[in-house]
């Protein structure tokens, strides 16, 4: 399985924001979304194929109960099934980072997803052919249904403007089993300036329809920098 990098750092996301944790970044995605602070596991994907064995070590070598298994996309990798059985073996706590569009029957404590919206599309003009591919994969019912019946959980959606709110609202329309106190709205951005910037209305907006408000604070504590 091709791995991008392995780390320790802290969780700046979600339900677990401040958690020490050793992060295994896996390389390879099936979405291309424009904004994408990752390119280096999904647009130009790198890093080293490491067998099973091998990636449990180097995880276990970083001394962390919880883990962060992210991507690029995990679930592309049938390797996760036993990567996680192992992990779950050692008594880690696991978080898997997911868009939801695939599913693999993995060990998880806590499965983070991050259905893409529209706001997610690479550009028709400069990538018209994963434009049309990351638009006909990137909502799977089906999957979603699957993860939030079997999994702890929790959801977490890009926001870049007010119109991606009304998207939200939709989503959860059509799955009403998703319990909104597990649902984080977190602003699109790269620095703390811009995510500051869509935060002055995001964070009302979510004080005000019940939603967690996520303020992705790996870029406020360490700027986007790989490793971190």
Request: glycine residues 6%; hydrophobic residues 35%; negative net charge.
């Amino acid at each position: 399985m091709r791995i991008a990098e392995i780390y320790k750092s802290l969780q700046g996301e979600g339900l677990l924001t401040g958690t020490e944790s050793a992060f295994l970044r896996t390389s390879g995605c099936n979405l291309r979304c424009w904004y994408c602070d990752t390119p280096y596991t999904s647009w130009n994907p790198t890093g080293d194929d490491l067998a099973v064995s091998e990636i449990v070590r180097q995880v276990n070598e970083l001394d962390c109960h919880h883990v962060v298994i992210t991507g690029g996309e995990p679930m592309l990798h049938a390797e996760m099934i036993p990567v996680c059985q192992q992990l779950h073996d050692a008594g880690h706590h696991i978080t898997i980072e997911t868009a939801g569009t695939l599913f693999l029957p993995v060990e998880c404590n806590l499965m983070a997803i991050s259905p893409k919206l529209a706001n997610s599309d690479p550009s028709p003009d400069d990538h018209p052919d994963w434009n049309r591919r990351h638009r006909r994969t990137r909502h799977a019912p089906g999957v979603i249904r699957k993860l939030v019946s079997q999994y702890h959980y929790q959801f977490k959606f890009v926001i870049d403007t007010p119109r991606d709110c009304e998207q939200v609202a939709l989503f959860l329309e059509e799955f009403p089993e998703i319990h909104r106190d597990r649902v984080y709205l977190m602003p699109q951005g790269t620095t703390a300036d811009e995510l500051e910037m869509r935060s002055e209305w995001l964070r009302p907006y979510c004080e005000a329809n019940r939603f967690r408000f996520c303020p992705r604070m790996q870029i406020e504590w360490f700027g986007l920098r790989q490793g971190t």
